[in-house]
């Protein structure tokens, strides 16, 4: 019996987020700016808003800009939930067995669960596409932040007639732009749908030698990807996430990722 008692008031000494369940997530965006280190103070302050939410389930994350981190970590810290830049998803799905597509987030500016890329050049040359194309010239070499492959440019984008494609990552991709306005690096970019939301902003004298060569066809946002099951307690936390865009006081965590919200697939 003093050994049944014992347990008991050990038990009643357990904090409470010991006995929450755990919840790893992963926000994985191969290309985008920012490292590791940098991002984990907004993750944890949107993990915690979540996880407050929940009441019963302790919610993590970690923030990836490679593929080979994210997949490193999916594959050493097994998280339940990703979200994943559509490239990538579209690029690794098939190294993630079982893998579902359970949510779309809704990004900045627009919020939608669709956005389209850009492919911008130097003008007057190449000049604009006609109406409903988007093809590359055979053998321009393309840069972009993401790490493209022809397959998810020419089948995905819809940027056709690509031939030999010179696909180019580049980690800066306006300075990239400012060197093919000037002359100085010859081709053209495919900007990411905030590079380009970026991009239509700009002012700066340069930007009047580049034009929007294409668009893509729309495509969707990044991808809330349920990796395993979720433990007991966090059945709530679709309904949490989809909810935080009526949220006023989630306003600003939300803006810190880039985001409105979080919708339906």
């Known amino acids: 019996m003093a050994r049944i008692i014992l347990a008991l008031v050990l038990m009643c000494l357990v904090p409470f987020e010991s006995l929450a369940a755990e919840v790893k997530m992963v926000f994985w965006y191969p290309g985008e700016a920012g490292t590791t280190e940098e991002a984990q103070p907004v993750l944890d302050e949107f993990t915690n808003y979540v996880s407050a939410k929940l009441k ?32 990538a998803w579209e690029t690794n799905r098939s190294k993630l067995q079982g893998a579902e597509v359970w949510l779309a987030t809704n990004p900045l500016p627009h919020g939608q669960r669709q956005e389209s890329y850009l492919l911008v050049g130097r003008s007057p040359s190449p000049s604009p596409l006609p109406q409903g194309e988007r093809a590359i010239a055979a053998g321009m070499t393309v840069f972009s932040s993401e790490p493209l492959n ?55 004298a340069w930007t009047r030698s580049l034009q929007v060569i294409g668009e893509s066809r729309p495509v969707p ?34 803006n810190e990722l880039r985001l409105t919200g979080f919708s339906e697939p």
Not at 59 to 84: V, W
């Open 56 to 87: 019963t389930a302790k919610l993590s994350g970690r923030y990836f800009n490679t593929a080979d981190g994210g997949l490193s970590y999916i594959a050493k810290q097994k998280p339940q939930l990703a979200i994943i830049s559509y490239p």
């Open 221 to 254: 946002t990044a991808r809330v990807v349920l990796l395993s099951p979720l433990p007991k307690g966090a059945e709530n936390l679709k309904h949490v996430l989809l909810e935080l865009k009526n949220d006023a006081e989630a306003k600003d965590i939300l």
């Open 150 to 204: 022809a397959d998810f440019v020419k089948n995905v984008l819809g940027f056709l007639k690509l031939k030999e494609p010179k696909l180019q990552q580049t980690p800066q991709i306006l300075q990239k732009l400012k060197a093919i306005s000037e002359g100085a690096a010859a081709g053209a970019a495919i900007l990411s749908p905030t590079e380009g939301a970026t991009f239509k902003r700009m002012t700066a």
